[in-house]
């Protein structure tokens, strides 16, 4: 992908993000959930994968909107996927009783862009503590709640059966 290319592929992004009401959900003035979203676009020029292929579990990047600005269960709901309604079903946990294992670090932002995705076919049928391993051997990190959402948010068919993160 070229670089206008990589725009056209944000600005499509943003897009569905306002489509999909995030600036409502999050209670920001469509400027103010603009402010928090279009700076991330020069981030773009850092890229290193610039393929989208869904097909092989690879995309270049995905905008994550952080439960701070919009809540799991709702950004949850906003997910549609072969005409259903995405749900969060953790009875009898919540979303916020889970919490990121050591090794994942996510930006100090409201917003940014998860980077270089690639849906793990190496790891399918692998013990997690082994998969864990091998992805921490190729300097790559495991998938927060919030960049799995935001990764079916933007591309649906991103979720495979066996093969979804």
Do not use: W
């Not at 897009?15 to 400027?31: A, D």
């Amino acid at each position: 992908m070229k670089m206008i290319e990589l725009e056209s592929e944000f600005d499509r992004q943003l897009e569905t993000l306002l489509i999909k009401g995030y600036p409502k959900e999050s209670n920001l003035s469509l400027e103010a959930f603009h402010q928090l979203v279009d700076p991330l676009k020069k981030e773009l020029q850092n890229l290193s994968l610039s393929e989208i292929d869904v097909e092989k579990g690879l995309l270049p990047f995905v905008i994550v909107i952080t439960d701070a600005v919009v809540p799991i269960e709702k950004a949850m709901s906003l997910v549609e996927r072969e005409g259903k309604k995405g749900v969060v079903k953790l009875y009898p946990l919540a979303p916020e009783d889970f919490s990121l294992i050591d090794e994942v670090k996510l930006p100090d932002k409201e917003a940014y862009l998860l980077i270089d995705i690639d849906r793990g076919k190496d790891t399918i049928n692998i013990p997690p503590n082994d998969a864990m391993k091998m992805i921490k051997k190729e300097n790559r990190s495991p998938l927060s709640i919030e960049e799995g959402i935001a990764l079916v948010t933007q591309f649906p068919e991103f979720l495979m059966k066996n093969n979804c993160y």
